[in-house]
């Protein structure tokens, strides 16, 4: 799912395979993407993806676990750092985070994958952690 931003399958850019996901900065603050997650208070789970972009020198990718915890007052977002890397322009990196749990009591989980240029997205996995 993509908010206030250009989003199209891309096949001139791929990790693996022949598409990937690219996002573009349309209202010039920010490109980002965010996935709907399913989940279970207490349960941990595992992500990888591979990002790449092509805007800048350098740029900073970052991976965010968003939610709202039951009984929030409505619009306040709790945010989760879960990891943060440097990108060269044109070389795909990784943006993992091997273990996070879910809150007791979320609702409303996201996790938002953000730079500030243009954002190509490939080879995502969400597992569970035993």
């Not at 996901?21 to 980002?32: D, G, H, I, L, R």
């Not at 044109?90 to 609702?107: D, H, I, Q, R, Y």
Request: glycine content about 4%; overall charge negative; some cysteine.
């Amino acid at each position: 799912t993509i908010t206030n931003n250009v989003a199209e399958i891309c096949s001139t850019e791929s990790f693996s395979g022949n598409k990937s996901f690219m996002v573009e900065n349309y209202n010039k603050t920010s490109a980002y993407a965010y996935l709907p997650i399913n989940c279970v208070n207490g349960e941990k789970r595992g992500i990888n993806l591979m990002a790449m972009q092509n805007g800048a020198v350098s740029d900073t990718f970052t991976l965010v676990l968003s939610y709202h915890l039951e009984g929030d007052i409505p619009c306040t977002s709790r945010t989760l750092l879960l990891d943060s890397v440097e990108a060269p322009k044109g070389e795909w990196v990784k943006l993992s985070c091997p273990e996070f749990e879910f809150p007791e009591n979320t609702a409303f989980v996201k996790l938002y994958i953000s730079a500030s240029e243009s954002l190509y997205i490939d080879d995502v996995t969400v597992s569970a952690v035993e």
